[in-house]
């Protein structure tokens, strides 16, 4: 999954599905954050979507009143596109104590069992955020990873099995290619890592393009509805 393609994904849906004109962002300070966010305000203003204003907030931040408020200074964007690691919950739910109704868009964070705790029932029919396209079928060898992954740690995987998948995948797609350069590093592993093609790993076939970026999201578009993530459509 490439960051800022996630971020494009979202896009394409604010802009031709829910049909938004004005978007406002609200982005946490993390390098991750920042790509995901950045896709999406480049695709949506590609798209002819107007960004009604941009604030930040700090990691692990619990009061978002200050950012909300300055997003709604004029007037209140149809949605807000929230970068997170978790904190979207408390985003939702201070958001809508200050009145506003709109749609929330976002990226897999909006799955942490920390959102529906905070913010419950506000998520529904209008939190719409991409995430792995098979968030509700694993396949035959994801249930495997999961078995293996609760013999080793004693736990199941939950909320963060997609990036225990991810994390998997990467490390196969640098071993396959540390054995095509006999363990060499540098400008040897770079090349070969770039012609990965049709990696066959557990989030899918992987494929890496000459700019080094595996350019397939992996991602659907979801939604809370009656407190679960269901499929948008």
Do not use: C
């Amino acid at each position: 999954m490439y960051d800022d393609g996630v971020g494009k994904f979202v896009a394409e849906f604010a802009k031709n599905e829910l049909g938004a004109k004005n978007v406002a962002m609200l982005v946490g300070k993390d390098e991750y954050l920042y790509a995901v966010a950045g896709g999406f305000e480049e695709g949506f203003q590609s798209l002819g979507g107007n960004i009604t204003r941009r604030e930040e907030f700090l990691i692990g931040e619990n009061d978002f009143r200050t950012q909300l408020l300055k997003l709604f200074a004029k007037e209140k964007p149809e949605a807000i596109f929230v970068s997170h690691f978790g904190e979207g919950g408390k985003i939702i739910k201070q958001a809508s104590e200050l009145g506003f109704s709109g749609a929330f868009l976002g990226s897999d964070t909006f799955s942490l069992a920390d959102v529906p705790r905070v913010a419950g029932k506000l998520l529904d029919h209008r939190t719409y955020f991409g995430l792995w396209r098979n968030f509700d079928s694993q396949t035959k060898e994801q249930l495997e990873f999961v078995e293996l992954y609760k013999q080793k740690y004693g736990e199941e995987p939950g909320d963060y099995l997609f990036y225990n998948v991810l994390g998997y995948d990467g490390v196969m797609v640098a071993a396959e290619a540390l054995k095509k350069t006999g363990g060499d590093g540098g400008e040897k592993l770079k090349n070969a890592l770039y012609q990965t093609q049709n990696h066959q790993g557990l989030s899918g076939p992987i494929s890496i393009d000459q700019s080094g970026i595996n350019r397939d999201t992996k991602t659907m578009m979801v939604m809370y509805k009656d407190g679960k993530i269901v499929r948008y459509k």
